[in-house]
Nanobody, 121 residues
């Protein structure tokens, strides 16, 4: 069974920092990529950052500069640190995992339930 557990959301003051974590529980799967997306009120979900199985990191255009993604391969956890948070960072942040079942090549995507981040000015 595949499961993603997100934590670290909440209310944060502008200018502060926050750290989101996403832990994957898995059975007989290979994890290829773990990512963060976010969806602000009234907007489409957008890509924030991702880290591949070999440690390659990519960031979305809105995340360059203040966002840092890291992955703990031993514990199947991906973290997202945001510094100098701004009101426009208010959104539901979703963890995403791209994986395949052991012994197969087909890739699947799994979403976490999301964690709310609210930035007060």
């Amino acid at each position: 069974q595949v499961q993603l557990v997100e934590s670290g959301g909440g209310l944060v003051q502008a200018g502060g920092s926050l750290r989101l974590s996403c832990a994957a529980s898995r059975l007989n799967i290979n994890i290829w990529r773990m990512s963060w997306f976010r969806q602000a009120p009234g907007k489409e979900r957008e890509f924030v950052a991702a880290v591949s199985s070999v440690g390659r990191i990519t960031y979305g255009d809105s995340a360059k500069g203040r966002f840092t993604i890291s992955r703990d391969f031993a514990n199947d956890t991906v973290n997202l640190r945001v510094s100098n948070v701004q009101p426009e960072d208010t959104a539901v942040y979703y963890c995403n995992m791209e994986y395949s079942l052991v012994g197969t090549s087909a890739r699947h995507t799994y979403w976490g339930q999301g964690t709310q981040v609210t930035v007060s000015s």
